[in-house]
C-alpha cells in the first residue's frame, strides 16, 4: 500500500480494522469511539445502517464485525474525505459489507429505507468561536453544510417504521436536538452522559422511529 508522506495508518483495536489517517483533515478522537460502543452495546436485531456524514469511514469500520448488521451504508459530502472513506474499505476488503455514497444527505434517495441510523454530526454552530482555516475540518465539524434540524430531518425521512438511530453530540446542543426530534415525531429511548472529570464532555441518544413513546432511560459513563 503506498501512502502519501502526510498519511499513516493505524489500527482499530475493537474491530481489527486498519484505517489511513491524514492529520490535516481528521484524528482519531473519542467521539466515534463513544458512538460505536453505544450503538454495539443498544443493536441487538438484524438490520441495514446509515452512517450520515461518514467521514473517512471510522464508525463504519468499528460497527463491522457486529454481527447484527448487514449491510452498512455511509455518505459523505466531501470529495477529498470520500475518497479516504472508500480507500478504507478497499484496504480492509469490505467491499461486500460497505457501502459508501459522494453525495448530501438532503440529496440521498435510496431505493429502501434503514434500520438503523447513525450519526457523528457537525454539532457546532457557525457562530461558536473561532472557525477553522481548514475546509474540511469546518464542514465536518460546524453547521455550514448540514445543521442539526436538517440531520434528524433526515433520520426521519430514511428511517424505516420502528427504526432506530443513534448520534453524539455536545451538552450546549442538548435543548435543540431534543426540539427537533420531538417535532418530527421520533421518540428518545435511551440518553447517556459521559462525563470527564465530573464535566459532562459528550451527550449519546438513542431514538426511534414511531412506536408507543416509553420511558426514557438515562445513562452515565465516566472515562
Known sequence: MNLNHDEYLEYLESSGQKIIINDKFFKITNDPLLLAKFCNDNIKKNGTLLDIGSGNGILPLLLVKNTFLTNIFGVEIQKNIYDYFKKNIHINDLDDKIFSYHTDIKEFTPIDKFDYIIS????YKMTSGKLPEVEELLISKFEKKLNLEELIFSIKRLLKNHGKFFIIIIPDRFNDIMKYVYSNNLNIIRVKTVSYNNNIK??????????????TFFENENF
Do not use: H, R, S, V
Open 120 to 123: 457523528n454530526p457537525p454539532y
Open 202 to 215: 459528550f451527550i449519546l441518544i438513542e431514538g426511534q422511529n414511531g412506536g408507543t413513546p416509553k420511558k
